[in-house]
């Protein structure tokens, strides 16, 4: 599959070379086709590794992850071009994320409202698919950092987008894989956010993630 990475960031990064090793053509976008981290990126990622412009992987690909910074994600969208993701998948990982007040970060939207939702209306005509916000870039594509079995959500307001995007999930190694229905329970996930940076100050590590203990009929 021809894969884009907006972000050029660790998670963009740990997202991209995990795509390729499992044989995907990945090419990662950035504000200019000349960025040096992406270029950097591409070189130690081998020949199935390109890099652009947020519009030339928008256009190059069948699939798009948002892995930039939450703040900055309506931005890039309109940068890369409602006409390029027309009708594609738009995967966001992307917390949104308010530095100003400094650390810890609070939530630029919370309760009612999300970064999920803001992208789908911004892209009434792609599929958004929410998924992989709630746990570290490298639990994201390698579950087994963390012990036992544990959660990853998905939400979306199409289904079959979500299933193209199990798969992902599955191939990274996810099994607890929880649908939570339509892009507005990304304002769940989003506000996760909090408690998991707490929790990452209180472990001093991001190698874990929230395990749901629940008794299946």
């Not at 690909?61 to 993701?85: I, K, R």
């Not at 970064?115 to 911004?122: C, F, M, P, T």
């Not at 998905?154 to 894989?177: P, S």
């Not at 956010?193 to 299946?216: E, Q, S």
Request: proline share 4%.
């Amino acid at each position: 599959m021809r894969i884009g990475v907006f972000g050029t960031g660790m998670v963009g990064e740990a997202l991209g070379t995990r795509l390729v090793e499992l044989g995907h053509d990945v090419i990662m976008g950035s504000r200019t086709a000349d960025n040096a981290k992406g270029a950097a990126w591409a070189t130690r990622a081998g020949a199935r590794a390109s890099t652009g412009t947020f519009a030339d992987a928008a256009a190059k690909s069948e699939l798009v992850f948002n892995c930039t910074s939450g703040g900055a994600s309506l931005e890039v969208v309109a940068q890369a071009g409602a006409a390029n993701l027309e009708g594609k998948i738009l995967i966001d990982v992307a917390n949104p994320l308010d530095y100003s007040k400094g650390m810890p970060p609070t939530l630029l939207y919370t309760n009612d409202d999300s970064l999920g939702e803001r992208l789908q209306n911004a892209l009434p005509a792609t599929k958004v698919v929410k998924t992989l916000n709630t746990v570290n870039c490298a639990v994201m594509v390698d579950p087994s950092r963390v012990p036992e079995e544990h959660a990853i959500f998905v939400c979306g307001n199409d289904d079959d987008a979500k299933a193209r995007v199990r798969e992902l999930l599955v191939a990274f190694g996810w099994r607890d894989i929880i649908d939570l229905g339509g892009i507005t329970s990304a304002r769940a996930t989003e506000g996760l956010m909090p408690i998991w940076l707490r929790l990452y100050g209180l472990f001093k590590t991001a190698d874990f993630n929230f395990k749901l203990v629940r008794k299946i009929p």
